[in-house]
């Protein structure tokens, strides 16, 4: 039985393996969380058919009055018996054959492999910050801007509007705030937010080895209040064009889930570097603190997203302000 469950499960690994391989999923310690899953599901899928072995199948056999029946059988009637009827041994008391596959048990158990997905395809960070100055730290988090005396409470993702957006982990729509504007008709805050609440053990098993970019220019891991031992996390996707269609508050998505597209919305508007302003934070809205200095406040209650993100080296062409507005008179 251990051999047929051995041989399952390595089945099964390469076939995982060839996902991961078409994923683009390359990195050792998130390949080594999924087979680690795959070891514990096979152990539990063991483990439950020793049970129902023992609790159920065993006792539906009616093994004592079946032992009985086969030691009063002469050895006349064996001789007569027909080599290919089944005995006793495989029958249950309404004369049914029983066999169970201890493989196919494994469709009777729900297994859970969760796995980080990228927000956005390829994600890099802006290189240039809303003026076109080469600056890549503006978008980190952390105390990053002017010198320090300004903090950023997200990671700016480049992307070009119309970009699909997709579910980080397995999660719920828990809101969707479309974009304010002022007087003047101009945006404001964040634009058009979707909120996606995710478990706390599924984002700690999806931290990277990141280490921090640009510590020596205030990137710093996480806010003051944030606690990353959380039930459940919030991911904070910001200056969309607009969520997917169909999805509504309530609704279930999987990593990997197209959720919605990329915008300038809000305070982006226009923008030299569209981006996506993702978070993750410990509340769905309202995550500022109130206790510390107005920089270190608006910081909250986040984390510094760049340890989930795997990010990828910059395009620098891709990002030139040239090649921007020329993608962007067909985009929006």
Known sequence: MDDLFEEEKQQQKTLIEAGLDE???TQLYQRDIVMKKVDEAHE????????????RIKPSLWWQQVAQAQAQTTSTEQSDANANTPKLSNLSTDGKAWFIHPVAMIDYFNI??????????????????SVEIEKKVNGAFGFVRNGGAKSHAGLDIFADINTPCYAC??????????????RDGKGIGYGNVLILKVKGEDLRNSRN?????????????????????AEHFYLRYCHLKDKRADLKVGDKVKAGDLIGYTGDTGNAEDVVNPHLHFEIAMNPRYNRSTVYDPQTNKLGYKINPALFVNLQAIDKEKQKQKEVLNRRKNEK
């Open 112 to 129: 859970e492999t969760t796995l980080w997905h990228e927000p956005l395809k390829n994600p890099q960070r802006t290189l240039y910050n």
């Open 169 to 182: 982990l397995d999660a719920k729509v828990v809101g969707y705030i479309t974009e304010v504007k002022d």
């Open 209 to 229: 080895d990141t280490v921090l970019e640009f510590p020596k220019n205030g990137e710093i891991e996480q806010a003051e209040d944030f606690n990353i031992n």
């Open 44 to 55: 539990h899928v063991k483990k439950n058919w020793q049970l129902e072995k023992a609790q």
């Open 23 to 25: 994923w683009g999923i």
